[in-house]
């Protein structure tokens, strides 16, 4: 069975410093994705960035970069330059390649202050 | 801005109501999701519609009841909840359901409150 592990339940920086979201998953699987969703006090969750489990490159999206380390099973999110806006819950989630369940493991979650 | 769309945002009902939560995509999406999300836990899955098929019924209590009139539309109908059933419910959609790591969107939720 996967399993993903957040094991930072909150953190807290100060605007524009930059902040890293560590992320364990473990599984027997060698292909599959994982995702960083992030969850603001609205509570829609909203798609931060993706990983094809097969590209050697790390995934960015603006300020937000991911540091994939497949062999030691780590997902780490980097975010740069934080604005008050990406105060939120951040998840981490795995999917399988081929998965009829259907299933996202998440992890427990990141709950990110940022302060002005 | 979300493609996602759920109605109503906010609804409070007794113990004995009938009452239905609506999911609307126009993304072309085959794949629907309903996830109940507790305060400070992950979503949890509990329906699946793959091409308007239920899927998968994560052992959910009958009180809830999943519809899905077609490709765009996911009704939740709720009947005889308990206290305990307050939480968000997230509908969300894929383009196809489980396979190729399809991203899951997920609308704005709609907060329920069981009184």
């Known amino acids: 069975a996967q399993t993903v592990t957040q094991s930072q339940p909150e953190m807290s920086v100060q605007e524009a410093e930059t902040v890293t979201l560590s992320c364990t998953y473990d599984?027997?699987?060698?292909?599959?994705?994982l995702f960083w969703y992030k969850q603001p006090p609205s509570r829609q969750m909203i798609l931060v960035i993706r990983?094809?489990?097969?590209k050697q490159q790390n995934a960015t999206e603006n300020r937000f970069s991911v540091n994939f380390q497949k062999a030691a099973k780590s997902f780490s999110l980097k975010i740069s330059d934080s604005q008050l806006g990406d105060t939120a819950m951040y998840f981490c989630?795995?999917?399988?390649?081929?998965?009829?369940?259907?299933?996202?493991?998440w992890g427990a979650g990141t709950k990110l202050i940022i302060k002005p | 801005d979300t493609e996602v769309t759920q109605t109503p945002k906010h609804l409070v009902m007794g113990m004995t109501n009938k009452k239905s939560l609506k999911c609307e995509q126009h993304?072309?999406?085959?794949?629907m999701y309903w996830y109940k999300q507790k305060a400070k836990k992950p979503p949890e899955l509990m329906f699946v519609?793959?091409?308007?098929?239920?899927?998968i019924n994560e052992s959910v209590p009958s009180r809830f009841s999943p519809e899905c009139p077609n490709s765009s539309l996911l009704n939740l109908h709720l009947h005889a909840l308990q206290p305990e059933d307050s939480a968000l419910y997230l509908c969300?959609?894929?383009?196809?359901?489980?396979?190729?790591?399809?991203?899951?969107?997920f609308g704005e939720g709609s907060w329920l409150t069981v009184v």
């Open positions: 969300a959609s894929s383009p196809e359901g489980g396979y190729g790591g399809n991203t899951i969107y």
């Open positions: 993304m072309g999406h085959r794949a």
């Open positions: 519609y793959s091409y308007e098929k239920l899927s």
């Open positions: 599984t027997s699987e060698n292909n599959y994705y």
């Open positions: 990983q094809e489990a097969y």
């Open positions: 989630a795995f999917m399988k390649t081929m998965d009829s369940n259907y299933q996202l493991i």
